[in-house]
């Protein structure tokens, strides 16, 4: 099981998918971090494990953002996307 830090990019029911698919799912509106800068957001998720994922291509330069432990997934969700299958 993974641990994942949900982008406020992302759908608000996003994190409830991945929760569904029985991962643990924490979305930043609901940490305070909802209107934070993209650092803040990804040593959140370096310094407490998380998997970020993330709609926002910024998160694609990874010399920027990505220190050991920190893992991002760049998303291509959108929300008239029909839900993907659980992994």
């Known amino acids: 099981m993974s641990d994942f830090l949900v982008d406020a990019s992302l759908p608000r029911a996003a994190a409830s998918t991945i929760r569904k698919c029985g991962h643990q799912a924490t979305d930043v509106r609901d940490i305070g971090l909802g209107a934070a800068a993209d650092d803040e957001i ?14 926002d291509l910024d998160f694609a330069n990874v010399l920027s953002f990505l220190r050991p432990t920190t893992t991002v997934w ?5 929300p008239t996307v029909p839900p993907l299958p659980c992994f």
């Open 74 to 78: 760049l998303s291509s969700v959108r």
């Open 42 to 55: 990804a040593e959140h998720a370096r310094l407490n494990g998380l998997a970020l994922v993330s709609g």
